[in-house]
């Protein structure tokens, strides 16, 4: 159930509200208000509330609204909200500003090198992603790696690369954040967050991206056998915590064929448009671990209507610390993004409704 509260509501209103509220869920949570679109809203699990009690809550004159949301995810659904949710980025650092989702057509493309290797790599790659036409850069400072013994990245050394490479090519970064004490740096140094695939469950991390402040956009990734549900579930813990700028990315996920590094699930893509308002990205570089199939699944990906790409780049795929096997150079992210681009524009888009 989500509640929107009048906006002519008084305090004593509020308080009689929040009273029946505590009452009828038996006060076992502390009820708390989000800001969604400028409007404050309540959403709780209402499998407990009868006919009667859910009576008496529409007639109290704090409640504006009151709808039933049969999906367990409630804020992010496509049932509570109906148009497109639409994220600028690049909002608190001086930097270009890239919106996404809303009723933009034309694809986003963030790409980069898997991970900050050093200055120089970052900003030839840096440079070279911007001139291919790429509107975010992406760059791994904390890398979560399976071995313990592989590179696992600058750290905050990295950050500070980023932010030179912002500076130098105007373009906004996104990075991945690990931990909730790490929330704050990052985002001093980021423009959006990353929560990584292993993160998907990490919710003390999804309530500090939540939390911050400045509302960054988060870029939730699929987790490696998330269903979508988890994954809606994921990002409305952080939209419940009151950060409605939610993109979320679809990386492949886990299956029986070591061909490929994981599978992509383009049928999410469409699928989560149907549940979802939020963004959708894709990430062709972890979804199949090979760098020949990247342009392809770029333009699938793009042809299932998702918001935008992240692709992994970098000047010597060879020789790279990090994901070398699936990142292509600039050149062919140059193609990739030229052809995307054309793409989308003869595209006709579905139109969506809840
Ligand atoms: C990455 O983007 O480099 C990364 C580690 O991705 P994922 O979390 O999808 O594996
Ligand atoms: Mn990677």
Redesign the pocket.
């Known amino acids: 159930m989500i509640i929107t509260i009048s906006t002519t509501a008084s305090s004593e209103e509020r308080a009689q509200l929040m009273a029946l509220l505590c009452r009828i869920t038996g006060n076992q949570h502390p009820i708390k208000t989000t800001e969604i679109d400028r409007r404050e809203v309540i959403a709780l699990d209402a499998s407990g509330i009868d006919a009667q009690a859910q009576a008496a809550l529409s007639e109290q004159r704090a409640v504006e609204r009151l709808q039933r949301i049969k999906t367990p995810y409630k804020l992010v659904s496509r049932a509570f909200k109906a148009q497109n949710s639409s994220i600028i980025i690049g909002q608190h650092h001086e930097c270009e500003q890239v919106t996404i989702g809303g009723e933009i057509a034309e694809p986003v493309i963030m790409a980069g090198p ?1 991970a900050v290797e050093n200055r120089d790599q970052l900003i030839t790659t840096a440079r070279a992603v911007k001139a291919s036409g790429a509107q975010v850069l992406r760059g ?1 400072a904390f ?2 790696r399976t071995s313990p013994y592989q590179f696992q990245g600058l750290g905050v050394e990295g950050l500070h690369m980023l932010a030179e490479a912002r500076q130098i090519t105007g373009l906004p970064v996104i990075t ?1 954040v690990m931990e909730p004490g790490m929330v704050e740096i990052v985002a001093q140094h980021a423009d959006v967050l ?1 929560i ?3 993160n998907i469950q990490n919710y003390p991390l999804l309530l500090a991206v939540g939390h911050h402040s400045k509302k960054l956009p988060v870029l939730l ?1 699929r987790g490696l056998s998330s269903t979508i549900d988890e994954w809606l579930l994921a990002a409305e813990y952080i939209v419940a915590a009151g950060n409605p700028n939610v993109i979320l990315c679809e ?1 492949g996920i886990r299956s029986y064929d070591p061909q490929t590094r994981n599978l992509l699930d383009l049928s999410c893509i469409p699928l989560l448009h149907q549940l979802t308002h939020l963004p959708v990205i894709v ?1 062709p570089s ?1 979804a199949t671990g090979r760098r020949e199939l990247v342009p392809i699944m770029a333009r699938a990906s793009i042809a299932a209507e998702a918001e935008g790409l992240i692709i ?1 780049v970098h000047p010597d795929p060879n020789n790279a610390l990090c ?1 070398g096997k699936q990142s292509i150079t600039p050149e062919q992210l140059q193609q990739i993004i030229q052809e995307t681009r054309l793409f989308a524009s003869i595209m006709k888009r579905e139109v969506r409704v809840a």
């Open positions: 898997c791994g890398k979560p991945e990353q990584g695939a292993r990734k990386r990430d972890h992994e994901d």
